[in-house]
Protein backbone atom coordinates (compact mmCIF):
# COMPACT_ATOMS: atom_id res chain seq x y z
CA UNK A 1 0.00 0.00 0.00
CA UNK A 2 1.49 3.64 -0.43
CA UNK A 3 0.71 5.24 2.48
CA UNK A 4 -2.31 5.48 4.58
CA UNK A 5 -5.07 7.54 4.19
CA UNK A 6 -6.27 9.93 6.75
CA UNK A 7 -9.79 10.04 7.89
CA UNK A 8 -11.69 12.17 9.84
CA UNK A 9 -14.74 11.10 12.01
CA UNK A 10 -15.94 11.53 15.10
CA UNK A 11 -15.26 9.48 18.30
CA UNK A 12 -17.42 7.80 19.99
CA UNK A 13 -17.61 8.71 23.97
CA UNK A 14 -18.83 5.31 25.40
CA UNK A 15 -16.37 2.93 23.59
CA UNK A 16 -13.23 4.89 22.36
CA UNK A 17 -13.92 3.89 18.80
CA UNK A 18 -13.32 6.23 16.11
CA UNK A 19 -16.18 6.25 13.13
CA UNK A 20 -14.98 8.01 10.52
CA UNK A 21 -17.29 9.63 7.88
CA UNK A 22 -16.57 7.27 5.21
CA UNK A 23 -18.46 4.56 7.55
CA UNK A 24 -15.05 2.54 8.67
CA UNK A 25 -14.51 1.80 11.93
CA UNK A 26 -11.45 2.41 14.03
CA UNK A 27 -10.54 0.62 17.53
CA UNK A 28 -9.42 2.99 19.92
CA UNK A 29 -5.73 1.76 20.39
CA UNK A 30 -5.82 2.51 17.06
CA UNK A 31 -6.96 5.97 17.04
CA UNK A 32 -3.86 7.04 19.64
CA UNK A 33 -1.19 8.58 18.70
CA UNK A 34 -2.39 9.53 14.95
CA UNK A 35 -3.70 12.68 13.68
CA UNK A 36 -7.06 11.83 12.83
CA UNK A 37 -8.83 15.29 13.03
CA UNK A 38 -5.90 17.21 11.27
CA UNK A 39 -7.74 16.82 8.23
CA UNK A 40 -9.10 14.12 5.71
CA UNK A 41 -6.64 12.93 2.59
CA UNK A 42 -9.02 10.07 2.32
CA UNK A 43 -11.08 11.89 -0.69
CA UNK A 44 -14.86 10.06 0.83
CA UNK A 45 -14.27 11.40 4.27
CA UNK A 46 -13.23 15.21 2.62
CA UNK A 47 -16.39 15.01 0.71
CA UNK A 48 -18.77 14.12 3.63
CA UNK A 49 -16.49 17.07 5.49
CA UNK A 50 -17.53 19.47 2.82
CA UNK A 51 -21.16 18.66 2.45
CA UNK A 52 -21.71 18.90 6.46
CA UNK A 53 -20.03 22.38 5.92
CA UNK A 54 -22.18 23.72 3.19
CA UNK A 55 -25.57 22.49 3.66
CA UNK A 56 -25.37 21.43 7.60
CA UNK A 57 -29.10 19.97 8.20
CA UNK A 58 -31.17 19.16 5.22
ZN1 LIG B 1 -12.29 8.10 5.12
Not at 22 to 49: E, N, Q
Not at 50 to 57: H, T
Amino acid sequence: MSGYEIHSGQRSWWSGDLTTLCGLRIPSRDVKGKAWFSGPTCPACKRVKKQQKKGGRR
